[in-house]
């Protein structure tokens, strides 16, 4: 099991270009989030999907799109990327199942916007 | 948004040292977390809390569901260098969506 993948682990853009950041994860998990991480301000989340089909806007959506792809897969848009996006991205999924509410992160994405 | 005070923000101590710290909020939660994030890593979950006055150990780590639902205490017994990194706590409300609450963390420095 690689738990939650995420690609590219690094990446530069300029101010306006667009890119789609990957997760997947191989747990058969329903729920799968997108976060932020900016110093100072811990994990803020941007979007998430409690389940296939379903996509629902977090604390910090504007300039971000989703897809869920399917049960395995998540990914993050950026269409018309700022620097105010610069910050480190991190998916994460979750069984979704009962009480337990343990959500399983990825390794993150570390995004420079120039 | 719901917001979470963790404190302390930074500890620096002594190898083989005790650490507690604690994440407090207004609001109830039904749910802790506590995660634990490496340097160019991920956060890796630690602990899961889920009743009020439960108290759960997994190893050196202790952590506590206050019984007000307000709080959340962790403490790290005798420390070693691994255990340098950012903890954060984590709390799911009762009432609204299904979403964590992150606290801000505290950056743990261990001196030899």
Same mark, same amino acid.
């Given at each position: 099991?690689? *738990?939650?993948? $995420?690609?590219?682990?690094?990446?530069?853009?300029?101010?306006?270009?667009? +890119?789609?950041?990957?997760?997947?994860?191989?747990?058969?998990?329903?729920?799968?989030?997108?976060?932020?991480?900016?110093?100072? +301000?811990?994990?803020?989340?941007?979007?998430?999907?409690?389940?296939? *089909? %379903?996509?629902?806007?977090?604390?910090?959506?504007?300039?971000?799109?989703?897809?869920?792809?399917?049960? #395995?897969?998540?990914?993050?848009?950026? !269409?018309?990327?700022?620097?105010?996006?610069? @910050?480190?991205?991190?998916?994460?999924?979750?069984?979704?199942?009962?009480?337990?509410?343990? $959500?399983?992160?990825?390794? *993150?994405? #570390?995004?420079?916007? %120039? | 948004?719901?917001?979470?005070?963790?404190?302390?923000?930074?500890?620096?101590?002594? !190898?083989? !040292?005790?650490?507690?710290?604690?994440?407090?909020?207004? @609001?109830?939660?039904?749910?802790?977390?506590?995660?634990?994030?490496?340097?160019? !890593? *991920?956060?890796?979950?630690?602990?899961?809390?889920?009743?009020?006055?439960?108290?759960?150990?997994?190893?050196?780590? %202790?952590?506590?569901?206050?019984?007000?639902?307000?709080?959340?205490?962790?403490?790290? @017994?005798? @420390?070693?260098?691994?255990?340098?990194?950012?903890?954060?706590?984590?709390?799911?409300?009762? $009432?609204?969506? $299904?979403?964590?609450?992150?606290?801000?963390?505290? #950056?743990?420095?261990?001196?030899?």
């Amino acid at each position: 099991n690689a *738990g939650v993948t $995420q690609t590219p682990k690094f990446q530069v853009l300029k101010t306006g270009q667009s +890119m789609t950041l990957q997760c997947a994860q191989d747990m058969n998990h329903n729920s799968m989030y997108w976060y932020r991480q900016d110093p100072g +301000m811990g994990l803020r989340l941007i979007y998430y999907s409690a389940s296939e *089909g %379903t996509t629902d806007k977090g604390e910090v959506p504007n300039g971000y799109n989703v897809s869920r792809l399917n049960k #395995r897969e998540f990914s993050l848009r950026l !269409e018309s990327a700022a620097p105010s996006q610069t @910050s480190v991205y991190f998916c994460a999924s979750r069984k979704g199942q009962g009480l337990s509410y343990e $959500q399983y992160f990825g390794p *993150g994405t #570390r995004l420079t916007v %120039t | 948004g719901q917001q979470l005070n963790q404190s302390p923000q930074s500890m620096f101590i002594q !190898e083989g !040292e005790d650490v507690s710290m604690n994440c407090t909020s207004s @609001s109830i939660f039904n749910t802790w977390l506590w995660y634990k994030q490496d340097p160019g !890593e *991920g956060p890796v979950l630690l602990i899961a809390l889920y009743k009020a006055g439960e108290l759960t150990s997994n190893g050196r780590l %202790t952590a506590q569901f206050g019984i007000t639902r307000k709080d959340s205490f962790l403490n790290i @017994s005798a @420390s070693i260098p691994s255990d340098v990194g950012i903890y954060f706590c984590a709390g799911l409300l009762i $009432q609204g969506a $299904q979403k964590l609450v992150f606290g801000q963390g505290t #950056r743990l420095t261990i001196n030899p």
